[in-house]
């Protein structure tokens, strides 16, 4: 599937080139739209999606939080769906804050396989093949320097605005967090930072390719909440503050 992550790279390039050289103020625009994922579709959404409907959906079938399901034509023995963020985040580049990117996951018969994430304010790029983790620079491909094991205290706490309950608890406990607005970008610094928390409800569109790529920490997944963390000590702090 090394094809794969090639054309997801080369879309992310293209997306990327876009938003830095061709970006009009008519892209910030919403449209009648209501993408599958239940939000007005923004028209840079709809651009980003197909952008990467022309690079994936030789690969297998599309399901994009804009225009949903989409069957392609090309015919292959085992069904492979591909789960597309076009712009995860899509409220902070509006709002011109620079956090914002893609999120891209391929599954057959429900598992996933390959994963990737772009962050596009910093031109960097994170995908999973064959349970290799690899953080390369968009372009050059180079891999960057990425500390797994820092001593950090800080923690992700996406939505936070939804919970002042526990951020309550949190600011008593002096549980120290940070709320980011890209679900898929934070969740894969959960390697290097405390925790990564989402209030709310879970869609695939926002966390299938991060899952993917966090495999390998302590998850805890309910209607409410999605907690990934390093530590299975913090994990536990935090979901008997949510039982409380």
């Known amino acids: 599937m090394q094809k794969f992550i090639d054309a997801c790279i080369k879309a992310n390039q293209e997306i990327y080139e876009y938003l830095n050289t061709s970006l009009s103020l008519d892209d910030y625009s919403y449209t009648q739209t209501i993408g599958a994922g239940g939000d007005k579709s923004l ?26 399901y989409l069957k392609t034509t090309k015919n292959l023995k085992e069904q492979y769906i591909i789960t597309i963020d076009p712009l995860d985040g899509s409220s902070n580049f509006i709002s011109n804050i620079p956090y914002y990117g893609t999120s891209v996951a391929i599954e057959v018969n429900g598992k996933v396989f390959a994963s990737c994430i772009c962050n596009l304010n910093e ?9 290799n983790v690899h953080r390369v620079d968009l372009f050059t491909l180079k891999n960057r320097i990425y500390l797994e094991k820092t001593t950090t205290n800080i923690g ?15 600011f008593e406990k002096n549980i120290r967090y940070r709320s980011l607005g890209a679900i898929a970008l934070s969740l894969c610094m959960a390697h290097s930072c405390k ?11 926002d966390v299938k390719a991060a899952l993917h790529i966090c495999e390998d920490l302590h998850i805890s ?14 994990l536990e702090q935090i979901k008997e503050i949510i039982n409380e």
């Open 43 to 68: 028209k840079i959404d709809i651009i980003c999606e197909n952008i990467f409907i022309k690079h994936l959906s030789i690969f297998g079938d599309i399901y994009s939080e804009e225009i949903g």
């Open 195 to 205: 925790f990564v928390m989402f209030a709310g409800k879970i869609r695939d569109f």
């Open 123 to 131: 031109a960097s790029l994170v995908y999973k093949l064959d349970n």
């Open 221 to 234: 997944i309910s209607s409410e909440f999605l907690i990934v963390s390093k530590s299975s000590t913090m």
């Open 156 to 170: 992700i706490f996406e939505r936070a605005y939804k919970r002042s309950d526990i951020c309550s608890v949190f």
